[in-house]
Each structure stands twice: as structure tokens, then as C-alpha cells.
């Protein structure tokens, strides 16, 4: 079974530019949550989705913003990129909403100058 | 954003020796996830654990969900070069069908030959 994927794997945006970035789950995850990391503050929660309702948020500004279709696959938008947006973005699924075990991909690396 | 404590929050060890490491919170977790990361990959899933004071392994792995629920423990026996790497640990609680992981500041395993 194919693994969690996400797309680009690598980014260089500008200030004030926005990105979306996107993640195909498992065949059969219906839970999609992204994460931010970065060194200093870790990797912390951004939201999650299931059956393309946000179920949880984290404690990130409105400037990041997601979505989940019909099939499971998901985005993140950041609008007005500022240099401290630049982080590994982590989406990972699960079977179910709060689901237990959590599979994450590849992640993104976005890079704002 | 949340972070549960992690340490030790480095250690260098010779191969075949055993690590030890431990993940604490103020806060109460239905379940504890350990996760390790290689560099520029997305964390991949070790152990997952569901009730106070269950211990499981996984090969030379072996997990402690804390009584307390509030804390947890990763050993590693007999350790290889491969696995070096950041181990999180990370706090899964659940309300109604929403969830988020919280994770700790990760230990940053080396192994020496």
C-alpha cells in the first residue's frame, strides 16, 4: 500500500507570496493533519481534517488555511508569506477522525527569502 | 505551541549498547506515540500505545505507557548504526471525533562504532 505523498518536496516562495502545498493520504485514511517544524519550536499541530470538515486547529494565525476533498486528498494554503513560514510542513493520515496512529509523509520544505 | 519534555535531549552511544529515553507532560494522553525521523524525511510510526501502563515491543523496541498517563518511555536494546536519528515521542488526546498530536522536543540519537 502506497504511503503518504505529498507535493512539491521543496519550495522557495518570496515574502508576500502565498503557496499551497498538498497530500494524498493512505488508500482508506479519511484523517488528514498537517504540522509545522521548525528548529527552534518543534513540530506542532496545525489542523485536521476528516470527511472535508476541519475537525482541530492549532494556534496558527488565519494566514493558514486548509481544505480536504471528496477523495481525502488535502492542501494548505499560507497567504502573505513571512520568513518565519519557512519549516518542514508534515501532513499525516489516519483511518479515522482522532485516529489512533497517525502515518505521516515526506513533508514539504518551504523556503521563504 | 505545546511541547512535552523529552530527554535526554542528545546522546552519543557506542554500538551494542542500550538507550533509554523519556517523554513527560502536565497533561493527561489517551495514547503515546513514539516516532523516529531521519533527516528530511517525515517521521515514521515505532510504537503506539493505548493504556496506562501497557508495555510493548517492537523488535529491539520497547514502550511504556506511564500509569500516570502522563509520561512514557522508549528503550532500545542493543543498538546498530542505523538508528541513529531524532526519536519523538508524542501525546495523542481525543475529544469527540477531533484530535491532535502533541510532540516532544525529540532525543537525537548517535551511534558510534
Known amino acids: 500500500k502506497a504511503g503518504v505523498t505529498q507535493t512539491p518536496r521543496y519550495l522557495i516562495k518570496t515574502r508576500g507570496q502565498q503557496v499551497t502545498l498538498s497530500c494524498s493520504p493512505i488508500s482508506g485514511h479519511r484523517s488528514v493533519s498537517w504540522y509545522q517544524q521548525t528548529p527552534g519550536q518543534g513540530l506542532q499541530f496545525l489542523f485536521e481534517?476528516?470527511?472535508?470538515?476541519?475537525?482541530n486547529k492549532g494556534n496558527f494565525p488565519g494566514r493558514f488555511s486548509g481544505r480536504q476533498f471528496s477523495n481525502s486528498r488535502s492542501e494548505m494554503n499560507v497567504s502573505t508569506l513571512e520568513l518565519g513560514d519557512s519549516a518542514l510542513y508534515l501532513c499525516a493520515s489516519s483511518t479515522l477522525a482522532g485516529g489512533y496512529e497517525q502515518y505521516f509523509g515526506p513533508g514539504t520544505r518551504l523556503t521563504v527569502t | 505551541g505545546q511541547q512535552l519534555n523529552q530527554s535526554p535531549q542528545s546522546m552519543f552511544i557506542q554500538e551494542g549498547e542500550d538507550v533509554s529515553m523519556n517523554c513527560t507532560s502536565s497533561s493527561i494522553f489517551n495514547t503515546w506515540l513514539w516516532y523516529k525521523q531521519d533527516p528530511g524525511e517525515g517521521p515514521v510510526l515505532l510504537i503506539a500505545?493505548?493504556?496506562?501502563?501497557e508495555l510493548t515491543s517492537n523488535g529491539r523496541l520497547t514502550a511504556q505507557f506511564g500509569i500516570t498517563r502522563k509520561d512514557s518511555f522508549l528503550n532500545i536494546s542493543a543498538s546498530i548504526p542505523s538508528d541513529v536519528g531524532i526519536y519523538f515521542c508524542?501525546?495523542?488526546?481525543?475529544?469527540?471525533?477531533?484530535?491532535?498530536?502533541?510532540f516532544g522536543t525529540g532525543t537525537r540519537l548517535q551511534v558510534t562504532l
Open positions: 508524542a501525546g495523542l488526546f481525543l475529544t469527540g471525533t477531533a484530535s491532535k498530536l502533541t
Open positions: 481534517y476528516f470527511s472535508e470538515t476541519q475537525r
Open positions: 500505545l493505548y493504556k496506562a501502563g
